[in-house]
């Protein structure tokens, strides 16, 4: 069993930055592959990012690529989603994810554990 506590939510306008953290506790956290999920206002839940155990490869939603970047420290961990150059858009409860295999997903359904989420809302 592994829990997540997402952190690091909040409002920013459009064009800024934010960073979102995810912090594990429970069991090793290297083992896990981990994806980051959104679910914008009256809409279904979206990938948005993943990276294997070891840190690499990652992988983006179209959506985000180039503006995002997925990263994990081990030694902490903790894995993080860096948001830069931010829409209105990208306006969501954000949610990180652990899978027991180490691969990483876009696909929400092959996750085990799942934390309770951040709210981001970037202003036009």
């Known amino acids: 069993q592994v829990q997540l506590l997402e952190s690091g939510g909040g409002l920013v306008q459009a064009g800024g930055s934010l960073r979102v953290s995810c912090a594990a506790s429970?069991?090793?956290?290297?083992?896990?592959?981990m994806g980051w999920f959104r679910q914008p206002p009256g809409k279904q839940r979206e990938f948005v990012a993943s990276?294997?155990?070891?840190?690499?490869?990652?992988y983006y939603a179209d959506s985000v690529k180039g503006r995002f970047t997925i990263s994990r420290d081990n030694t902490k961990n903790t894995v993080y989603l860096q948001m830069n150059s931010l829409k209105p858009e990208d306006t969501a409860v954000y949610y990180c994810?652990?899978?027991?295999?180490?691969?990483?997903?876009?696909?929400?359904?092959?996750?085990?554990?799942w934390g309770q989420g951040t709210q981001v809302t970037v202003s036009s």
């Open positions: 990276i294997m155990w070891s840190g690499g490869p990652t």
């Open positions: 994810a652990a899978k027991e295999d180490g691969s990483a997903s876009d696909q929400g359904w092959e996750y085990d554990y």
């Open positions: 429970g069991r090793t956290f290297s083992n896990y592959g």
